[in-house]
T-cell receptor, first 116, second 113 residues
Framework: DSGVTQTPKHLITATGQRVTLRCSPRSGDLSVYWYQQSLDQGLQFLIQYYNGEERAKGNILERFSAQQFPDLHSELNLSSLELGDSALYFC???????????????FGPGTRLTVL | KNQVEQSPQSLIILEGKNCTLQ??????????LRWYKQDTGRGPVSLTIMTFSENTKSNGRYTATLDADTKQSSLHITASQLSDSASYIC????????????FGGGTRLMVKP
């Protein structure tokens, strides 16, 4: 158990809908990262928040948005869903914001999104 | 563009045997390289993190090597167990990437009895 929690575990919805994925980081971690992993694909970095502020943005679509709240939990909002958005969405957390070797990222169990 | 290439894409070995997974990267300037293990449908778990100055690091039966000159890394698994069946992902970060990591596509390992 990494200490990172994600809800829900599974989500099934229809095209055009909007969903919200939730992540609670490990106690003491200030950074939260969101990743997408499509079937048989590698992990794609979406976005990072550090202590409530957006810190880095990767290949995140305009239909997707995220935020980190004062209690440090984060939500990833996916709207106007398409079939191709079906994937595993992982949240990770780390103590600080950099990518140095000492700033290890701990991954949550993921949310499996299925868009029908 | 930073890239991380892993080989082979998939591998099947018998329980008890050793294997080596490869990772080549073009990330420059290099900061650190990580190997993660990802069980099917679960989040990745860190195995090792190596910086520029380290050329080998072990974690139990897992040993990672790094050659920063040739931009290659390998992950050697000794005396494989059924529980080693997973995807192994090589991840590289560089000083100029801000806070982003570059992920390889992974090697899917299956250990058979």
């Amino acid at each position: 158990d990494s200490g990172v929690t994600q809800t829900p575990k599974h989500l099934i919805t229809a095209t055009g809908q909007r969903v919200t994925l939730r992540c609670s980081p490990r106690s003491g971690d200030l950074s939260v990262y969101w990743y997408q992993q499509s079937l048989d694909q590698g992990l794609q970095f979406l976005i990072q928040y550090y202590n409530g502020e957006e810190r880095a943005k990767g290949n995140i679509l305009e239909r997707f948005s995220a935020q980190q709240f004062p209690d440090l939990h984060s939500e990833l909002n996916l709207s106007s869903l398409e079939l191709g958005d079906s994937a595993l969405y992982f949240c990770a957390s780390s103590v600080s914001s950099g990518t140095s070797g000492s700033n290890e990222q701990f991954f949550g169990p993921g949310t499996r999104l299925t868009v029908l | 563009k930073n890239q991380v290439e892993q080989s082979p894409q998939s591998l099947i070995i018998l329980e008890g045997k050793n294997c080596t997974l490869q990772c080549n990267y073009t990330v420059s300037p290099f900061s650190n390289l990580r190997w993660y293990k990802q069980d099917t449908g679960r989040g990745p778990v860190s195995l090792t993190i190596m910086t520029f100055s380290e050329n080998t690091k072990s974690n139990g039966r897992y040993t990672a090597t790094l050659d920063a000159d040739t931009k290659q890394s390998s992950l050697h698994i000794t005396a494989s167990q059924l529980s080693d069946s997973a995807s192994y992902i090589c991840v590289v970060s560089d000083y100029n990437a801000g806070n982003m990591l570059t992920f390889g596509g992974g090697t899917r390992l299956m250990v058979k009895p």
